[in-house]
């Protein structure tokens, strides 16, 4: 089925061919800097286009005729990869500044160590982004973009007015991001389940946190990953919204990248250990204890996100925020 654009009228179609449109040609537009490998700014807005393209397309696809090498599953797999390049970057940069801290010698020394086995991952993880532009997914992903931007097709919704059906878009991944198993790590459950009270303890210890986050450090991490879904499909329709649903954003932004700085820590802890074979205390005891209080006060940062979003005022509002467009 094929779709006429009228531009007086803000249709569900509309939009799904601006968000596609607007993310795949910035995408693979940095597919030659990328390959040169020169400036690690163009990785990173590559992957960054790369899933905000998987969002685009997951988010419109009621509306939306795509073939299957533009499906959620295909870009995703090229997203990993690209990810898989770009957070060994983020490793070197963090080590970079590591080394150039106060530190004890003997870790500044041991930190070279570990930037050169990074820089031989790092070779690695190239040849399989340069062999990713070359495989048959990424060609055939660039193929039924261009031809789907020159002749769309698209589904019966796509003619429905974008703000009778932009709650029916947004709510479910609301949904996915408040039911989040995540928002309960590190509460307690008072009471019977008639009248349960999820109390959130303070004054963590760095300790404690430590503890947790071994525990649950993946469902947090689960959390901070739907927390970005729901950003990037948000940020398709800022101008439809009016001020809450600017700070209902806002806060989602803060939460994932809240949790993205404990995760960044977190894997930057477990890549040491793996890199020496050995616990990070017995190579880095003064990183080791400096990491650990950093991922304490961000814990400490973490909790006042939480608490305000397991309270029923604040998930009613924010629901309330989708249900009325401007």
Not at 3 to 20: D, H, M, P, R, V
Not at 290 to 305: E, F, H, T, V, Y
């Amino acid at each position: 089925m094929t779709f006429a654009t009228k531009q007086e009228i803000k249709t569900l179609g509309n939009y799904a061919y601006s968000a596609i449109q607007k993310h795949s040609q910035k995408t693979i537009k940095l597919e030659t800097p990328v390959k040169k490998d020169k400036d690690p700014e163009a990785l990173h807005q590559m992957r960054v286009g790369m899933r905000r393209l998987r969002t685009a397309v997951t988010g419109f696809s009621p509306a939306v005729d795509l073939q299957k090498p533009a499906s959620d599953k295909n870009i995703g797999k090229i997203a990993r990869t690209l990810g898989n390049l770009r957070d060994l970057d983020v490793l070197k940069e963090t080590l970079e500044k590591l080394e150039q801290s106060h530190l004890p010698r003997k870790e500044k020394h041991s930190l070279q160590t570990a930037l050169d086995a990074l820089s031989k991952q790092r070779e690695e993880a190239l040849v399989d982004v340069k062999s990713t532009f070359k495989d048959e997914r990424y060609k055939s992903l660039k193929h039924t973009l261009k031809e789907w931007l020159e002749e769309p097709s698209y589904q019966p919704l796509a003619y429905m007015p974008i703000q009778q059906v932009l709650p029916d878009l947004l709510l479910p991944e609301v949904s996915k991001f408040l039911l989040h198993p995540g928002w309960l790590i590190g509460t307690q459950v008072e009471g019977q389940v008639e009248e349960a009270e999820v109390i959130i303890p303070g004054k963590w210890e760095a300790q404690r946190v430590e503890q947790e986050l071994a525990t649950n450090g993946d469902t947090l991490h689960s959390l901070r990953k739907q927390a970005k879904r729901l950003r990037y499909q948000m940020e398709l329709f800022t101008d439809l919204y009016g001020q809450s649903y600017t700070a209902c954003l806002a806060e989602v932004k803060s939460i994932q990248e809240i949790l993205g700085a404990i995760q960044d820590s977190v894997v930057l802890t477990q890549w040491l250990a793996d890199v020496f074979n050995s616990e990070i205390r017995s190579q880095f005891p003064t990183l080791a204890s400096w990491l650990a209080q950093n991922r304490c006060k961000l814990w400490q940062q973490w909790q006042p996100l939480q608490r305000r979003y397991l309270k029923a005022q604040t998930r009613h509002g924010f629901h309330l925020t989708m249900l009325h467009p401007a």
